[in-house]
């Protein structure tokens, strides 16, 4: 029996119709890595159309890098899914979940591992997004919670500025987060173990958010680390459809019912049923919006229940 290779990190990547922007990005996690940096990429191919996942196998076949290792799930497991799906194939000390529609701009992999060697009470570790043209994106934001929906983000800032660091600005300076965006996650191993990883209860959106709030439980923090810089082109496997919009709001209620509880998932749930009910009078798109949290927005209504299988012969 041979024993498998260790490696300090495994990315992992998930692939849905965009097996160019995969290519793409695998191309500038091997051209910005350190040499000294024994690393692994892990792709999951998330049950994309014969083609699309046709062209990225023979992507992975012509580098013919023992680095690179493509899987393919034949049902759309979500962002949370797909990963899981990806993590029982590393075997690493350090994990970094990078969207495939994004290109590191310097060697972001040993920036952020140094950062989590030297502070051993951070749980989690993401670096600047930039959008294409150079410009400022936001790359960590604020817990998904009652106060957030109702109050809004700049008045929480204001009030509390130590709890809700302002998400809108470029620091120069490591800076402790509520969440870092899941865009780009890097953490240790051991502690996405403790915690059971990612919620695969939940499809789309807010995973994220989940994730920092049950690693704080566990006392580990989360820093957005700028020197680590990245570009993010943000939504290549994803449209802002109304179904789209629906899925926020189911993630978005059952995160708030999970870390805070009936009355908290109560109150906002009032809050979004009032507000789409006048928002849907002039915009009609919002009604559908309306129907779904009069109804309670549940997790049957997900995207997830309607993924079939994609079996490629």
């Given at each position: 029996?041979?024993?498998?290779?260790?490696?300090?990190?495994?990315?992992?990547?998930?692939?849905?119709?965009?097996?160019?922007?995969?290519?793409?990005?695998?191309?500038?996690?091997?051209?910005?890595?350190?040499?000294?940096?024994?690393?692994?990429?892990?792709?999951?191919?998330?049950?994309?159309?014969e083609?699309?996942?046709?062209?990225?196998?023979?992507f992975?076949?012509?580098?013919?890098?023992?680095?690179?290792?493509?899987?393919?799930?034949?049902?759309?497991?979500?962002?949370?899914?797909?990963?899981?799906?990806?993590?029982?194939?590393?075997?690493a000390?350090?994990?970094?979940?990078?969207?495939?529609?994004?290109l590191?701009?310097?060697?972001?992999?040993?920036?952020?591992?140094?950062?989590?060697?030297?502070?051993?009470?951070?749980?989690?570790?993401?670096?600047?997004?930039?959008?294409?043209?150079?410009?400022?994106?936001?790359?960590?934001?604020?817990?998904?919670?009652?106060?957030?929906?109702?109050?809004?983000?700049?008045?929480?800032?204001?009030?509390?500025p130590?709890?809700?660091?302002?998400?809108?600005?470029?620091?120069?300076?490591?800076?402790?987060?509520?969440?870092?965006?899941?865009?780009?996650?890097?953490?240790?191993?051991?502690?996405?173990?403790?915690?059971?990883?990612?919620?695969?209860?939940?499809?789309?959106?807010?995973?994220?958010?989940?994730?920092?709030?049950?690693?704080?439980?566990?006392?580990?923090?989360?820093?957005?680390?700028p020197?680590?810089k990245?570009?993010?082109?943000?939504?290549?496997?994803?449209?802002?459809?109304?179904?789209?919009?629906k899925?926020?709001?189911?993630?978005?209620?059952?995160?708030?019912?999970?870390?805070?509880?009936?009355?908290?998932?109560?109150?906002?749930?009032?809050?979004?049923?009032?507000?789409?009910?006048?928002?849907?009078?002039?915009?009609?798109?919002?009604?559908?919006?309306?129907v779904?949290?009069?109804?309670?927005?549940?997790?049957?209504?997900?995207?997830?229940?309607?993924?079939?299988?994609?079996?490629?012969?």
């Amino acid at each position: 029996m041979t024993t498998q290779e260790k490696y300090d990190i495994a990315v992992i990547l998930i692939n849905y119709n965009s097996s160019e922007h995969s290519i793409n990005c695998i191309h500038s996690i091997l051209k910005n890595t350190s040499d000294n940096l024994n690393f692994q990429i892990i792709i999951t191919d998330n049950a994309s159309e014969e083609k699309d996942y046709l062209n990225l196998k023979k992507f992975c076949d012509q580098e013919n890098n023992p680095k690179i290792k493509l899987y393919r799930s034949n049902i759309n497991t979500g962002f949370g899914g797909g990963n899981m799906h990806g993590v029982q194939y590393a075997n690493a000390n350090y994990l970094a979940f990078l969207n495939n529609d994004t290109l590191l701009l310097n060697d972001c992999l040993s920036i952020l591992k140094k950062f989590l060697e030297e502070n051993k009470n951070t749980g989690i570790v993401g670096g600047q997004a930039y959008k294409e043209d150079g410009s400022f994106m936001l790359c960590s934001d604020h817990f998904a919670s009652p106060y957030t929906e109702l109050f809004g983000k700049k008045i929480l800032e204001k009030l509390n500025p130590i709890k809700y660091p302002k998400s809108k600005k470029l620091y120069d300076n490591p800076t402790r987060v509520n969440y870092i965006t899941g865009s780009f996650m890097f953490m240790r191993t051991e502690d996405f173990n403790e915690i059971g990883g990612f919620d695969t209860n939940i499809f789309l959106y807010h995973e994220e958010s989940d994730l920092c709030k049950r690693l704080l439980n566990i006392s580990k923090l989360a820093y957005l680390i700028p020197d680590a810089k990245y570009i993010h082109l943000h939504g290549v496997s994803t449209t802002q459809s109304i179904a789209i919009k629906k899925e926020l709001k189911i993630s978005l209620l059952y995160v708030i019912q999970k870390h805070y509880g009936f009355w908290a998932h109560k109150i906002v749930l009032v809050f979004l049923t009032i507000k789409y009910f006048f928002s849907g009078i002039v915009k009609t798109k919002n009604r559908a919006l309306f129907v779904l949290v009069l109804n309670g927005a549940p997790l049957t209504k997900s995207l997830k229940q309607i993924q079939k299988i994609q079996i490629i012969k």
